[in-house]
């Protein structure tokens, strides 16, 4: 029965992702790449291939994914290159199928119209390409996929330079954006910035509300099995806390782990794994400080110490 749940679950995330990847494919295909807008990722980098070099935006993507997935697996190693295989094989597809059968629907590629409406066009497809954008890839953490792409070099630079993740993801989707300012114009451009921010905002509201890290609780009879699974595997660590059940009397150490959003799923289905009857209680943290996670921010030397302290201090340092 347990091996059957589990089997379960692994289909149903599979299911996920291939969906995830589809509603990306619908947003990028049906509306941001008709339209022109550049909103970051690899649909961005394409249509500015297209504009300039006249790459077919389809094909442009395939290379891209595999192109980040190989580069994934080389700097990040297998278990990463995993979580986007799936969505690396499914999100191209998905893609090339919407944009050849549906290219430019209801005339929202600016300057197709007769309506004088275009820039309206532009517009809508931001809108509805962001939010099914965001839709898609929220459903895909949600089975415990990755989109990859250039999130791949996102976590290249975070594991090796320690840059927060979502700080180098604005630096990357900005820098694509303002490339695309140059071959789309100012209009499609501006209307990409709204997208991706669209984008961003769907994920927060269907993925993990307004945090991006939890904090998991976790009382069961394998403890030892779990912690190691959370050290080794996830590579986080932990802290034991001795509790008592109030009803029964018995004794259990509590495992508590901090860890990022992507590894919500995973570490859900393992805990199901090694023991189905586990106590688990998953809080968002607003924030968490500390190695893996963020750094403590410098203080202001003058604010610390307060005024009147930091100009004795000068004043002890002239002697």
Same mark, same amino acid.
Request: charged share 15%.
């Given at each position: ?36 807008? *550049? ?11 297209? !504009? $300039? ?20 697996? *080389? ?24 944009? /050849?059968?549906?290219? +430019? ?12 409406? +275009? ?14 954008v965001g839709t898609g890839c929220a459903i895909t953490y949600l089975g415990g996929g990755s989109t990859g792409g250039t999130d791949v070099l996102v976590f290249? *630079?975070?594991?090796?330079?320690? %840059? ?17 300012? %140059? ?6 451009? $501006? *209307? ?12 927060? %509201? ?29 590579? /986080?660590?932990?802290?034991?806390v001795p509790v008592v059940g109030g009803y029964t009397g018995n004794t259990y150490q509590m495992i508590q782990v901090a860890f990022d959003k992507k590894e ?19 809080? /968002? ?15 202001? %030397? !003058? !604010?610390? $110490? ?14």
């Amino acid at each position: 029965m347990k091996n059957r749940k589990h089997v379960l679950r692994i289909f149903w995330n599979i299911l996920l992702v291939i969906i995830g990847n589809i509603v990306l494919a619908i947003g990028t295909g049906l509306f941001l790449v008709p339209a022109n807008i *550049v909103a970051g990722g690899m649909s961005g980098l394409a249509i500015i291939g297209n !504009k $300039l070099f006249g790459f077919d935006i389809d094909i442009s993507v395939a290379i891209l994914s595999w192109f980040f997935f190989f580069i994934g697996l *080389v700097f990040l190693g297998k278990k990463f290159s995993l979580q986007t295989l799936l969505g690396t094989i499914v999100y191209p597809i998905a893609l090339s199928i919407i944009y /050849r059968l549906f290219n +430019d629907p209801i005339a929202l590629a600016p300057g197709s119209g007769s309506t004088g409406l +275009d820039e309206f066009h532009a517009l809508l497809a931001g809108i509805f390409g962001g939010a099914f954008v965001g839709t898609g890839c929220a459903i895909t953490y949600l089975g415990g996929g990755s989109t990859g792409g250039t999130d791949v070099l996102v976590f290249i *630079v975070k594991k090796y330079f320690g %840059f927060k993740t979502s700080i180098v993801s604005f630096i990357t989707d900005a820098l694509i954006i303002l490339g695309g300012l %140059f071959v789309t114009g100012v209009i499609p451009a $501006l *209307v990409g910035v709204m997208s991706a921010f669209i984008s961003a905002m769907m994920v927060e %509201f269907i993925f993990v509300g307004w945090s991006t890290t939890f904090v998991a609780q976790i009382i069961s009879t394998k403890g030892p099995e779990i912690n190691a699974y959370v050290q080794k595997s996830l590579n /986080r660590g932990t802290t034991l806390v001795p509790v008592v059940g109030g009803y029964t009397g018995n004794t259990y150490q509590m495992i508590q782990v901090a860890f990022d959003k992507k590894e919500y799923t995973i570490l859900r289905d393992a805990i199901n794994r090694i023991d189905s009857k586990a106590f688990v209680t998953f809080l /968002r943290a607003q924030a968490v400080i500390g190695s893996g996670f963020e750094p403590f921010p410098e203080k202001d %030397f !003058k !604010k610390s $110490l307060g005024i009147r302290e930091f100009w004795e201090k000068k004043k002890d340092e002239r002697k």
